[in-house]
């Protein structure tokens, strides 16, 4: 994107530290027993970015990361969140920082660094256009950015840059005892030692902000003073900007101008009180809330109101910048939830943060869906095996990805594991089906578990689960096991889609069928992200895709299948079923059956069959533009 495109778009801007953070999973141990992590975005101003993008605010983020792994994964994941990745840098010389964290009780978070001569810690002045600062309403800057002569010149300059050209700027004070070598490295998680040289650093930027941001600790250390209301008089002595001050669970207190004798006395914003499941990151999603309302004029109580709220959601979760809320999950806490305790019990809420906080992917995709495709009725050629085909398939699908087709794959397990190699992560849809068809109730693959299957798969890839029509102690069994399906997929952070497999027919009784199905998944608690639905009838889908919204607003959407058999030209037409309101087409045997039935007999080589289903897919886009 090029920089001039987002010049006058951003509301804020954030700069500084930028990691990764691996949280641990195992809870009440340290991490020296912490045996799995999951891996997030870390960094105050980056968790900040994060939170105030899902909140609405347009937001552009200034860093440096490693030009390595982690450096492109920090990358990627900021743009998924909808922030201006244009001023993230990668820098050659320098390796992305990385925090390890743990989980020991409800007080307890150890927490080891690893920020040696790190990536963020070399932004310079050069890495930004002074316009890109000048153009937004707020400037973020953190505190542990003054630790090096080298860091706070560049905190200095873009300070500076942004009050001359009118932007607002925003000082987290962001102390940590680590970062100025106070405490041992094995000792992260630790928030107050008193410093005279981070004082002094800390107070040389005060008297250039508009908004001051701190715990109280930091409060303390800002101000040089033990007692937090003589710390805050000292800051008001070197800056008239406003002072905030996060009081955890009490909330937080604002002082505009004056300082009073009491805490008390200030601007109150009331907490709301929730059991705590991980402290970290509290304070970032706190400034995301108050910043997107502070940012866009409203009064200091709703400014804490609502950093408060997203404050008590991110305590609630794992990890920091994933636990932030967006603004329709902290619009309905707010009207439904706000005083709740134990949020992480409310499934309406986490639901509804799933679905707000999905990837993008390209709209009204159309998939090669090889797992229709039965084998072919003679013994194939030798060498032949259909993963030899499905590998085939997911070549032809990279080059029309790169030729801008939205069109992405369908396989089923274990033939597709080489299609998978193939495509690594580069598909917006790669589609994989959990457990065999037509057993009833189903079973996931290999006998095991879900959340055991789901652990080794890419969470960009999304599961795909067929189920047939059951009754009795079969349906308990099978509704139990959609349900575990859903838990799983909700721990490893996939999404899924549920296919009902019924006897192909447009007629009335199978299209009641269908809808039974649909409402039957509902009436068990399973809220798919998507549904695969073999192609009803116009009104059928019509029909179908109501009873879905009704049930459930946030569903992606409904991708119409070929079915799997049927009378002769049952085959569908794809024009034919996104007109009557499906977001995206499965189809196998009308693009697939014939090429396969050829190669695995040896009439085709491995060229002649990619010809063939590549001529056979350019008639389909060519049908599809002139239906549309």
């Known amino acids: ?192 030692v008193g410093s005279e040289v981070a004082t002094r650093a800390t107070q040389r930027v005060l008297g250039r902000c508009d908004l001051v941001v701190g715990t109280e600790e930091e409060i303390r250390i800002a101000g040089g003073e033990l007692d937090t209301v003589k710390a805050l008089i000292k800051i008001r002595a070197l800056t008239a900007a406003a002072i905030v001050v996060k009081r955890g669970p009490l909330g937080c207190v604002v002082f505009p101008d004056r300082i009073p004798g009491h805490l008390d006395d200030g601007i109150v914003g009331e907490g709301f009180p929730v059991e705590i499941f991980n402290v970290v990151g509290a304070g970032d999603g706190f400034l995301a809330g108050f910043l997107s309302s502070w940012i866009r004029g409203a009064t200091w109580q709703e400014c804490c109101r609502r950093g408060n709220a997203c404050g008590a959601l991110v305590v609630s979760r794992h990890g920091c910048a994933p636990a932030s809320p967006t603004r329709a999950e902290l619009d309905w806490y707010l009207r439904h939830a706000s005083g709740e305790r134990r949020l992480f019990d409310n499934k309406d809420l986490e639901r509804l943060h799933r679905a707000t906080t999905r990837r993008q992917r390209a709209v009204r995709p159309f998939l090669l869906a090889c797992d229709s495709i039965a084998e072919p009725g003679a013994s194939p050629h030798p060498g032949r095996a259909r993963s030899g085909w499905i590998r085939l398939v997911a070549q032809i699908v990279l080059r029309l990805r790169k030729a801008g087709l939205s069109v992405g794959l369908v396989v089923d397990e274990p033939d597709g594991h080489g299609a998978l190699f193939e495509l690594g992560t580069a598909l917006d849809w790669t589609v994989r089906s959990m457990g065999a068809s037509g057993v009833a109730p189903f079973e996931f693959t290999g006998g095991k578990s879900a959340a055991t299957v789901l652990r080794s798969w890419p969470q960009s890839h999304i599961v795909k689960c067929a189920f047939s029509p059951v009754t009795g102690e079969a349906r308990a069994v099978q509704r139990e096991r959609l349900r575990e399906l859903q838990s799983a997929a909700e721990l490893w952070g996939q999404e899924f889609m549920l296919s009902p497999e019924i006897e192909y027919s447009r007629s009335a009784d199978s299209i009641a069928l269908l809808t039974a199905q649909v409402e039957g998944v509902y009436e068990s608690g399973v809220y798919p992200d998507w549904w695969g639905i073999p192609c009803p009838s116009g009104s059928g889908l019509a029909t179908l895709a109501e009873v879905i919204r009704r049930s459930d607003e946030n569903c992606r959407g409904i991708i119409a299948f070929e079915p799997c058999a049927g009378p002769a030209g049952s085959e569908i037409d794809p024009a034919y079923v996104l007109r009557g309101g499906a977001d995206g087409v499965a189809v196998g045997n009308l693009i697939l059956g014939e090429p396969v039935r050829d190669w695995s007999a040896g009439r085709l080589d491995d060229q002649q069959f990619c010809r063939a289903v590549e001529m056979r897919i350019e008639g389909l886009a060519a049908h599809l533009r002139r239906e549309n």
Not at 129 to 157: F, K
Request: hydrophobic share 35%; charged share 25%; glycine share 10%.
């Open 1 to 192: 994107m090029d920089v001039h495109s987002v010049i006058g778009e951003m509301d804020l801007v954030t700069m500084g530290r930028t990691l990764v953070d691996m949280y641990g999973h195992q809870v009440g141990c340290g991490l020296e027993e912490t045996e799995s992590f999951s891996k997030y975005i870390g960094g105050c101003p980056a968790n900040v970015a994060v939170g105030a993008a899902r909140l609405g605010l347009r937001v552009g983020h200034v860093t440096r990361v490693g030009d390595d792994h982690h450096g492109r994964f920090l990358r990627n994941q900021l743009e998924r969140e909808g922030v201006d990745v244009t001023h993230v840098h990668s820098d050659p010389g320098r390796p992305t920082a990385v925090a390890f964290l743990g989980i020991r009780d409800k007080e307890t978070f150890p927490l080891l660094h690893y920020r040696d001569n790190c990536a963020d810690m070399g932004i310079s002045p050069s890495d930004y256009d002074p316009e890109y600062l000048g153009a937004a309403s707020a400037l973020l800057v953190t505190g542990s950015h003054v630790t090096t002569p080298h860091s706070a010149a560049n905190l200095d300059h873009a300070i500076d840059t942004a009050r001359r050209l009118g932007t607002r700027v925003v000082f987290d004070v962001d102390f940590r005892p680590l970062f100025w070598k106070l405490v041992p490295r094995d000792a992260g998680e630790s928030r107050f």
